[in-house]
């Protein structure tokens, strides 16, 4: 039987990339996002690219009692993959202060929080041995970029601790890091905005050039893979060389 996998964000943007690159394997696919049409788009276009079945779950994941109904509805056959793709780049309401701790609640909530919560909820759900979590973080959670850096580095501090508590039960936690992806749309209404983004972004790679939301999905399916069983706790980069790794 094909594996269990499940994709958070995986309407859109790199989840999505995620779920149609392992298409490849025809998972059953469980697609949970807000937006209870667009996740219905992406579930027929993944059916068109090979998935055995896809189910959809619209959930607001910032919400304990969502992440708990979400839980039970997946409860069934062990879950073999788990993506944690929600997140974004939100802006804080008001002034001053109150707009400061607007903003960094807003990125805690819907960077750290959606993992964690959905991480927790889903964990009795896992496959023991061989289960796989990979959460998307950024590279901006490695060199620094105000709140929402600050809540991706987070991901990967709480990444660490959840790679060392299930490495018993052999279940591999890590994080892959993606560096500017212009395709997606975490940056296309940056990129509307102000175009002169584009550019600016790709003057730091030493590669010369962005990258594509496929490159990331295949390092996701690498570490969800069946030969990445011993590891575990590790960020991988996918940046192009702008951040190097140590």
């Given at each position: 039987m094909?594996?269990?996998?499940?994709v958070t964000g995986?309407?859109?943007?790199?989840?999505?990339?995620?779920a149609e690159r392992l298409c490849a394997e025809s998972p059953r696919l469980h697609l949970v996002a807000r937006r209870e049409n667009v996740l219905a788009d992406a579930a027929?276009?993944?059916?068109?690219?090979?998935?055995?079945?896809?189910?959809?779950?619209?959930?607001?994941?910032?919400?304990?009692?969502?992440?708990?109904?979400?839980?039970?509805?997946?409860?069934?056959?062990?879950?073999?993959?788990?993506?944690?793709?929600?997140g974004g780049n939100g802006s804080g309401a008001g002034e001053g202060l109150h707009k400061v701790a607007s903003e960094w609640r807003t990125n805690l909530e819907g960077n750290l929080m959606t993992t964690?919560?959905?991480?927790?909820?889903?964990?009795?759900?896992?496959?023991?041995?061989?289960?796989r979590i990979v959460a998307i973080s950024s590279i901006a959670g490695i060199r620094g970029s105000g709140s929402y850096g600050g809540a991706k580095a987070a991901v990967h501090g709480w990444m660490w601790w959840m790679a060392g508590r299930l490495a018993k039960d052999g279940i591999t936690?890590?994080?892959?890091?993606?560096?500017?992806?212009?395709?997606?749309?975490?940056?296309?209404?940056?990129?509307?905005?102000?175009?002169?983004?584009?550019?600016d972004r790709v003057s730091q790679i030493p590669m010369g050039r962005p990258g594509r939301a496929a490159e990331v999905a295949e390092a996701v399916a690498y570490l969800l893979g069946p030969n990445a069983g011993w590891t575990t706790g590790q960020i991988l980069g996918v940046n192009g060389g702008t951040v190097l790794g140590r």
């Open positions: 094909s594996r269990r996998i499940v995986g309407g859109t943007g790199l989840g999505y990339a995620c027929a276009r993944l059916r068109a690219a090979g998935a055995a079945e896809v189910t959809t779950h619209p959930c607001d994941l910032t919400d304990a009692d969502e992440v708990t109904d979400l839980a039970r509805d997946l409860a069934g056959d062990p879950i073999e993959g788990l993506v944690l793709a929600a964690i919560l959905t991480a927790e909820g889903l964990l009795s759900l896992m496959a023991r041995p061989e289960g936690v890590n994080c892959v890091a993606p560096g500017f992806v212009p395709e997606t749309d975490f940056w296309q209404p940056r990129i509307a905005k102000d175009p002169a983004i584009f550019d």
